[in-house]
């Protein structure tokens, strides 16, 4: 909508955006790597997988959610999909927390289901042990039958995390965790307002595929105007991208089809309308900011051919008219229900259930596909760092 556009009129774009863009502006090239391939093996081996799952999502700093689930001070959300027991929270001071959602006393989980909860106390159902949002136990039945308990050490675990550019991000790691390259994407990431938007839509996809598959697919814009020919692939060039390294975090642009000679790159409304950024963040989520709203998908696997992804669709304001309303669920069930759903994880699936019959021992990837070669050599990097 043009009204949301217009909240990034005046707005700019990072230096290495404006770059990305100028790139697809001149159609400059990028020296990138030549035809190559991955082996198959990395997506259909459960021993690689389980490689991939000790070196990377048990170790290395992961995006939950973005912050508009939780908006408001006093807020809670348990979250399991990572296979670990976790409470998210946001405490009266506006700070964003990640829990281990269980109770210091006797390990009952705390807090049951899954969707936002608003509560300034969080109160065990087994013995009413009541903790704070912050983490603090705040008090318990009968004190007096536990004389040597120090509240202040029997708070609820928390695991380190960090907000920034409108994410809330976790490390398994309770030791600690290296959030630089995560500063450096929330640069990019509060160009784009994205900390400003609120959450319209969420909703889980379960994927009977390998989560490298469901990435492959937002690595390389050799597919979008084939496989997404009756949704979005009219809209965009063919082949006409670019893209670059955040750390480990892929970032790539692809040309709309609208004319960019009278395009004022540095303006983020104009910019949004002819340049599609992607970002591609390690170990699994996807970053799709579109001309007037912004996906956020975080993948979880649960083994090397199954993979939950968490869909959020972010807009610029609440809609308070029919007319928006019904405009932002257009949106959302072309993105959401149209592209990802029948056509990225759908091509996903398939893609398993061909390599798991063993015809196929490696993937051939064009010079268009470059950007998938790279993310698997970041990932076997991460593999090399942790052995």
Known sequence: MNDALSKLAGRRPTDGMLALA?????????????????????YTDPGYWQREKAAIYDRMPQILCPSALLPDPGMTVPHDATGRPLLITRDKDGI????????????????????VQ?????????????YSVDGRLLAL????????????????????????????WFSPNRGGADFSDIEKLG???????????????RKTHEVAGNWKLIMDAFLESYHVTRLHAKTIGPFFKDGITSGDMIGPHSRSAVGRLEDMEAIDLTDMAQLRRVVTFAYQLLPGALIIPSPDY???????????????????????????????RAHWEKSWALLDGGVFASEDFRAAELGQQGLESGAVAELTLGTLETGVRRYHETVEEALRTAN
């Open 141 to 168: 039945p009968r004190p007096d039958t536990f004389p040597d308990l120090d509240k202040e050490e029997m708070g609820l675990i928390e695991l380190p995390s960090r907000e920034s550019g409108g994410l809330i």
């Open 22 to 42: 100028q790139d697809i502006a001149e159609n400059r090239q990028r020296e990138g790597l030549p035809q190559s391939s991955v082996p198959a093996h990395v």
């Open 118 to 130: 608003c509560t300034k106390r969080l109160v065990c159902p087994y013995h009413a042990w009541t």
């Open 294 to 324: 912004i996906n956020v998908m975080v993948m979880m696997p649960q083994a090397h051919d199954r993979t939950l992804v968490e869909d959020f669709m972010l807009i610029p304001e609440h809609p308070t008219t029919d007319k928006a």
């Open 96 to 115: 964003a927390h990640v829990f281990l959602n269980v109770c210091r006393h006797r390990g009952t989980r705390l807090v049951e289901g899954s969707e």
């Open 187 to 201: 640069e990019d990431f509060d160009a784009l307002g994205m900390g400003e938007h609120v959450l319209f839509r």
